[in-house]
T-cell receptor, first 117, second 112 residues
């Protein structure tokens, strides 16, 4: 069975600080990896995704994530956070089986990021 | 262009009752996935509907059932409600092979 673990439940930073949110997954096959974000009062939305190729992927709003296969990790990073990055961040995985849809995601428990101005 | 819409936004039920939640997918999408999000947890996959059939299912009991209509909208039904069913229920739409899910705002279900 797939599982996803996010290391931190709540992270508090000041503006301009660097961010790294940890994500580790457990799955016995090839995976697709995602980070979703939920800003206050808004829907969950896709931040970035990794399917194959360059393990360093870039998403919206200056976020990036690195897939390290040997560590089963997909950590999210941003060099300099802004107050507007305050949100809850979810790591998710989808087992890459031929012919299946991407709709069945396994999510981590989420990390709340609070950025102080 | 309307996104994913869910109704109702909030619902209060008592143990043993039945509930129906509704979802209209984003225009152009034909696949609906349902998730349960308990307080402080990430969303948990319930099932997915495509072409009016359940295509994938998560680890949820048969009390959870669904339906998809010809216009791609979907319903989630929960029978014999338990206190533990209290959660935010999220609907996500996509095309069947689409990589990106679009989520609705959810229905907050409270079971008393």
């Amino acid at each position: 069975a797939q599982s996803v673990s996010q290391h931190n439940h709540h992270v508090i930073l000041s503006e301009a600080a660097s961010l790294e949110l940890g994500c580790n997954y457990s799955y016995g096959g090839t995976v697709n990896l995602f980070w979703y974000v939920q800003y206050p009062g808004q829907h969950l939305q896709l931040l970035l995704k990794y399917f194959s190729g360059d393990p360093l992927v870039k998403g919206i709003k200056g976020f990036e994530a690195e897939f390290i296969k040997s560590k089963f990790s997909f950590n999210l990073r941003k060099p300099s956070v802004q107050w507007s990055d305050t949100a809850e961040y979810f790591c998710a995985v989808n087992g890459r089986a031929g012919g299946t849809s991407y709709g069945k995601l396994t999510f981590g428990q989420g990390t709340i990021l609070t950025v102080h101005p | 262009d309307a996104g994913v819409t869910q109704s109702p936004t909030h619902l209060i039920k008592t143990r043993g009752q039945q509930v129906t939640l509704r979802c209209s997918p984003k225009s152009g999408h034909d696949t609906v996935s349902w998730y349960q999000q308990a307080l402080g947890q990430g969303p948990q996959f319930i099932f997915q509907y495509y072409e009016e059939e359940e295509r994938q299912r998560g680890n949820f009991p048969d009390r959870f059932s669904g339906h998809q209509f010809p216009n791609y909208s979907s319903e989630l039904n929960v029978n014999a409600l338990l206190l533990g069913d209290s959660a935010l229920y999220l609907c996500a739409s996509s095309t069947y092979r689409g990589e990106k899910l679009f989520f609705g705002s959810g229905t907050q279900l409270s079971v008393l």
